[in-house]
């Protein structure tokens, strides 16, 4: 059964820094990995999606890798904002399901 | 529409009766999906349709939960004899293709409250 992982749980950086949220999963066997943001008492907005194929996708100021072998993403947020608050969580596809992390709280303290 | 459109956004009810949640997929998307989340989880995936039938249900908790897609467009999750462990957000996606390149979408989710 896949798991996967998110560390931290909640980061809180000033505003400017740049900043680095992990994913981790058990099962390599996987079609893609979507990262997503959620505010809180929203839906789900796509951020991210890597290709089991590809290594790196970049939007702004986001860049999110993947490493599949080793069951690893990141997700870089550069220069951080105070809109950028939000839980971020990491999500493996695979046969047409989704596995989440239980995601990480970030705040940016302006 | 623009968007994964889902209502009612809130629902409350009491425990034993009966719910209905919608959902209204982005327009051409052939892929829709209903996830749950719990107060501090990640979602949980609970059924995925192709165009109208039902290509797994593994994630359907139990038999009180019911899904359909008669047109292939707009989804109504039921549920019956609601219980207060019913109570999450639900959430509908939906993507252009399914497979690996396919991106999902979310709606704002469906929060129910069984009391």
């Known amino acids: 059964k896949q798991e996967v992982t998110q560390i931290p749980a909640a980061l809180s950086v000033p505003e400017g820094e740049n900043l680095v949220l992990n994913c981790s999963f058990t099962d390599s066997a996987i079609y893609n990995l979507q990262w997503f943001r959620q505010d809180p008492g929203k839906g789900l907005t796509s951020l991210l999606l890597?290709?089991?194929?590809?290594r790196e996708q970049t939007s702004g100021r986001l860049n999110a890798s993947l490493d599949k072998s080793s069951g690893r993403s990141t997700l870089y947020i550069a220069a951080s904002q105070p809109g950028d608050s939000a839980t971020y969580l990491c999500a493996v596809k695979r046969n047409e399901k989704l596995t989440f992390g239980t995601g990480t709280r970030l705040t940016i303290i302006p | 529409g623009a968007g994964v459109s889902q209502t009612p956004s809130n629902k409350v009810t009491e425990k034993g009766k009966y719910v209905e949640l919608r959902c209204d997929p982005i327009?051409?998307?052939?892929?829709l999906y209903w996830y749950r989340q719990s107060l501090g989880q990640g979602p949980e995936f609970l059924i995925y349709?192709?165009?109208?039938?039902?290509?797994?249900d593994s994630g359907l908790p139990n038999d009180r939960f019911f899904a359909v897609r008669p047109e292939g467009s707009v989804s109504t999750l039921k549920i019956q004899r609601t219980e207060r462990g019913d109570s999450a957000v639900y959430l509908c996606a939906s993507s252009l293709i399914q497979g690996g390149t396919g991106e999902l979408f979310f709606g704002e989710g469906s929060r129910l409250t069984v009391l």
């Open positions: 349709f192709q165009g109208t039938g039902a290509a797994d």
């Open positions: 890597i290709q089991s194929s590809q």
């Open positions: 327009s051409g998307h052939t892929a």
